[in-house]
């Protein structure tokens, strides 16, 4: 079992974070397809587990995230 973080698109804001998941789990999917049509703006997904990033439009497709999001696991703390 993982955890996801869910994030505004446009200002890079955690929306949710601790969304239970294994490898993007309905739940998650949901979540995202719900909070990205609610704003109608697009929201990132970060699965710790996995390591693997997905963008969820108001529309409700998925996509990899786009090649200029930054993880979590990979900013610099310093």
């Known amino acids: 079992m993982s955890h996801s973080t869910i994030y505004d698109m446009a200002t890079g804001?955690?929306?949710t974070d601790g969304?239970?998941?294994q490898k993007i789990c309905?739940?998650?999917i949901n979540t995202a397809r719900r909070i990205a049509s609610e704003r109608g703006t697009s929201v990132i997904v970060e699965d710790h587990g996995t390591m693997e990033c997905y963008r969820f439009t108001?529309?409700?497709?998925r996509w990899r995230a786009p090649k200029w999001w930054v993880p979590a696991w990979d900013v610099d703390d310093d």
């Open 13 to 15: 804001y955690v929306v």
């Open 19 to 21: 969304v239970q998941s």
């Open 26 to 28: 309905d739940a998650t």
């Open 58 to 61: 108001p529309a409700g497709n």
